[in-house]
C-alpha cells in the first residue's frame, strides 16, 4: 500500500517569526497517523524550521525539503543550490520542476531530467511537478503533455531514477486559482501518469509510486480528492501557509487512508 504523503509548498513565502509561530502551531495540531508529512519551505529557512519543529516537539512528524536544486554538484552558477548543499542543510527531499519554475525560469523537460538526476545522485527525494496549462486542456492536449514531461525525464535520467521519485500532478490553471480540479478530472490524470510509469518503468515501479495532486487543495475539498484511489497525497501552496489548515489537510489524508 501507499502511504499517503501531504506536502506543503511555501513558495517564497515566510520569515523568522512565522517559522517559530508554525512550528508551535503544527506541534500543537498533533500528529496524524498514517501519513507522512513534509514541508518545503524556502531553502535559507529548512534548517531553522528543523530546529524549531525539533523544540516545538513535532521534529520527528515532519519531513523538509527545497523547492528547487541546480543540475550540477558545484561550479560557477551565483545564486544556485545544489542538490548536495541542500542535503547538507538538512534537506531530504526536493520539488523539481514545479510549473513556476517551468513557465517563469525557462526550465524544460531536459533541465527538469537533470535536475531529477542531480537530486537522486545526492541522495534528495525527488518530487517530480507535471501538469497542463489552461490551453493545453483546451486543446484537449493534457494528457500527451503529461505523458511527454514522463517519458522525457525517463530517457534522460533514467527509468530507474523516475521509477524511485514521487509525482506531483498539478494542472496550472488550479494552481493558486481557487478553481481545483473535480476528483474526477484528477482522478483520470492520475490514471494516465500511473499508466505512463508503468510504460516507462514497468509495473511494479507503478504500482509503487506515489502520485500527489496539486492546485487550490484545502481542508474543505482534500477528502474528496484523497478518496480516490490512485491520489496518494497533496502538494498544497496557498493553504499549507496556515498551519492549523496545513494539519486539517493531513487530518483529512489520515482519515482517507
Ligand atoms: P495552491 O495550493 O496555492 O494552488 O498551489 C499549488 C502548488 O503549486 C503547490 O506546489
Given at each position: 500500500m501507499r502511504k499517503p504523503l501531504i506536502a506543503g509548498n511555501w513558495k517564497m513565502h515566510g520569515d523568522s517569526p512565522f517559522v517559530a509561530r508554525y512550528a508551535a502551531a503544527l506541534a500543537d495540531a498533533g500528529p496524524s497517523a498514517g501519513v507522512e508529512v513534509l514541508l518545503l519551505p524556502p531553502a535559507p529557512y529548512v534548517a531553522p524550521l528543523a530546529q524549531a519543529l525539533e523544540a516545538a516537539g513535532a521534529g520527528l512528524q515532519v519531513a523538509l525539503g527545497v523547492q528547487n536544486v541546480h543540475g550540477e554538484a558545484s561550479g560557477a552558477f551565483t545564486?544556485?543550490?545544489s542538490?548536495?548543499?541542500?542535503?547538507?542543510l538538512g534537506a531530504a527531499w526536493t520539488l523539481v520542476g514545479h510549473s513556476e519554475r517551468r513557465a517563469l525560469f525557462g526550465e524544460t523537460?531536459?533541465?527538469v531530467a537533470g535536475k531529477l538526476a542531480a537530486a537522486a545522485r545526492a541522495g534528495l527525494a525527488p518530487m517530480l511537478c507535471v501538469g497542463e496549462t489552461l490551453a493545453e486542456r483546451e486543446a484537449g492536449s493534457a494528457e500527451a503533455v503529461v505523458r511527454r514531461q514522463l517519458r522525457v525525464v525517463a530517457g534522460e535520467a533514467g527509468p530507474a531514477v523516475l521509477a524511485s521519485a514521487t509525482v506531483a500532478y498539478e494542472p496550472v490553471w488550479a494552481i493558486g486559482t481557487g478553481r481545483?480540479?473535480?476528483p474526477g478530472q484528477a482522478?483520470?490524470?492520475?490514471?494516465?501518469?500511473r499508466s505512463e510509469?508503468?510504460?516507462?518503468?514497468?509495473?511494479d515501479a507503478a504500482g509503487r509510486l506515489r502520485v500527489l495532486y496539486g492546485g487550490s487543495v484545502k481542508p474543505d475539498n482534500a477528502a474528496a480528492?484523497?478518496?480516490?484511489?490512485?491520489i496518494d497525497g497533496a502538494l498544497v501552496g496557498g493553504a499549507s501557509l496556515d498551519a492549523d489548515s496545513f494539519a486539517a489537510i493531513v487530518a483529512a489524508a489520515?482519515?482517507?487512508?
Open positions: 545564486g544556485e543550490l542538490a548536495e548543499m541542500a542535503r547538507d523537460d531536459e533541465v481545483t480540479a473535480t482522478q483520470a490524470m492520475h490514471e494516465v501518469v510509469i508503468e510504460t516507462l518503468c514497468g509495473a480528492l484523497l478518496a480516490q484511489p490512485d489520515g482519515g482517507a487512508a
